[in-house]
């Protein structure tokens, strides 16, 4: 008898850019991949947006994946080609398996090549499994599998990071001097939280770290390493000077706060993997900070899908998630002459970071200018654009959001701050004091706030979408924000109001607490 196969929806996947691709993968080669399963029942809009959350094992119980679903996934599995269930973890939904290249292109209807494609961070080529098409799955585990990731683990991202050029920089700030520029709340340092941290490569040594928080004169915040895959705290690579940007501007702005800092490899298997685990940790963070991301038109469906709905568990569970919006304009670096959004900024579950150009006095916080990260000699500009892949979402139905050309779109960033490397951060890489940009450095800046936000507040904030968007309108200020009114990231412009070049503005973190503060006691 036959066996009967299924697609997977969304599970499509176009060759990868630029690669060069080899032979078949050998028959014996070990694949690793992780299956992603149905939830029990669909996380409720209201517990997703409003101000409640829930504990973690009450969302396991009642939206993570059936044990029943994970016990015919590993019988047909394991019976039928061989494939090894390695882990099974029912809040994210997730069960690791592991088998040769023959059994794992017999069990999803596939095939496996080599292949090596160009390094995000401009080294040698990379090389990397790939394929293409869409995957199958046998017809009674059909709606049992959302997603099978990391059959393909081509490099999947990018970190959203620019290094100032000399001749181009024209003032840098130490990143705790932006608290009195944007106003962070006094009496305020992130005491009581735990923050996460994803990376997709490189590493930190401590004593590096000790020296730049003494050097700023801020006490040295508990960083900790935590693996996921095979992803590991390994510094002296290209990443680092991601890292360590992470680290340093949210250790400076909210130096009370606990960093737990997941390393991941960067494939999307690797991705969804760290934002789970960071998401369902213990304690629960009150932010996730994400420095990397791709064009939208660079996931297959089924990875976005799954990662966007690890990003509402994230707001069930009350986890702000800032996430850097790219760093290539208003076509996000693909170059066919049409606007493109950055995932996973372009999440309706992510708080999406852009980018501005600052001239502040550092000594007082008295901001001279501020216009949009866009056109100057310093290169790159802030991403933001509106979303092809996911739609309008009911948060943003006042903020006068444009079409996408095909209908109405989620409006990226939400929120921004200074990003322009010509206006820079001063960081500590490898012993080397440099100054670096990029909407990488705001997603931490913004999840220090939200740090602090959380401990003058004294609950999680979650999702902070719905009361940042309150009673917001086409061309009128946000309270909490300052507007950036000048400038451009390519095929959109700053305007009054929300904008798809920095969102509603920059913070305000004083007037940002007193609104969120009436807000939360209604």
């Not at 993997?273 to 960071?278: H, L, M, T, W």
Request: hydrophobic share 40%; with cysteine.
């Amino acid at each position: 008898m036959n066996e009967q196969f299924v697609p997977i929806p969304g599970s499509e996947r176009s060759a990868a850019p630029q690669a060069r691709t080899g032979g078949p993968l050998p028959a014996s080669a070990p694949v690793e991949a992780t299956i992603v399963l149905r939830r029990r029942a669909e996380v409720p809009h209201e517990l997703v947006t409003g101000p409640e959350t829930i504990p973690q094992p009450e969302l396991a119980e009642r939206y993570g994946a059936e044990p029943a679903d994970a016990d015919r996934v590993r019988d047909v599995l394991e019976g039928r080609f061989g494939v090894r269930v390695t882990d099974v973890d029912l809040a994210s939904r997730q069960m690791r398996v592991a088998g040769t290249a023959e059994q794992m292109t017999a069990a999803f209807r596939t095939e496996l090549s080599r292949a090596a494609s160009p390094d995000p961070f401009g080294g040698a080529p990379v090389e990397h499994r790939h394929r293409e098409g869409a995957l199958e799955v046998p017809a009674e585990l059909d709606g049992l599998i959302v997603a099978v990731l990391g059959l393909d683990d081509r490099p999947q991202a990018r970190p959203h990071l620019r290094r100032a050029q000399a001749e181009a920089r024209q003032i840098s700030y130490k990143p705790n001097e932006l608290a009195n520029v944007y106003h962070f709340p006094p009496g305020t340092d992130g005491s009581g939280q735990v923050v996460a941290l994803l990376e997709l490569g490189g590493g930190y040594h401590q004593e590096e770290l000790d020296t730049y928080f003494r050097s700023l004169g801020v006490p040295t915040p508990r960083v900790t390493p935590v693996n996921v895959g095979t992803g590991r705290n390994h510094p002296g690579e290209d990443a680092d000077d991601e890292v360590l940007l992470d680290i340093e501007v949210l250790g400076a702005l909210a130096p009370g706060a606990q960093q737990k800092v997941y390393f991941a490899p960067n494939t999307d298997q690797g991705f969804v993997a760290a934002v789970s685990k960071a998401v369902h940790d213990t304690p629960t963070p009150a932010a996730l900070s994400i420095s990397w991301g791709s064009a939208e038109i660079h996931w297959t469906e089924q990875a976005r899908a799954v990662f966007d709905e690890a990003l509402a568990d994230a707001a069930a569970l009350g986890v702000t998630v800032c996430v850097a919006a790219g760093d290539d304009g208003s076509d996000d670096g693909v170059h066919d002459g049409r606007a493109h959004t950055d995932f996973p900024a372009s999440s309706p579950h992510a708080l999406a970071c852009g980018g501005t150009r600052l001239d502040a006095d550092p000594a007082t916080g008295e901001v001279r200018s501020e216009r949009v990260w866009g056109g100057g000699n310093g290169g790159g500009a802030t991403g933001g654009g509106v979303s092809m892949a996911f739609g309008l979402p009911v948060w943003q139905n006042a903020a006068g959001v444009p079409h996408n050309g095909s209908g109405p779109g989620r409006g990226v960033p939400d929120v921004s701050g200074v990003a322009d490397p010509a206006t820079g951060y001063e960081v500590l890489v490898n012993g080397r004091r440099t100054v670096v940009g990029g909407t990488s450095a705001v997603a931490p800046l913004w999840a220090a706030l939200t740090c602090r936000l959380v401990e003058a507040l004294g609950r999680p904030l979650g999702m902070l979408h719905p009361l940042l968007y309150s009673g917001v309108t086409p061309g009128h200020t946000s309270r909490g924000f300052r507007e950036i009114n000048d400038g451009s990231n390519g095929a959109f412009r700053a305007a009054p109001g929300w904008d798809a070049c920095t969102g509603l503005g920059v913070p305000d973190g004083v007037e940002l607490l007193a609104s969120l503060r009436e807000l939360t006691s209604r």
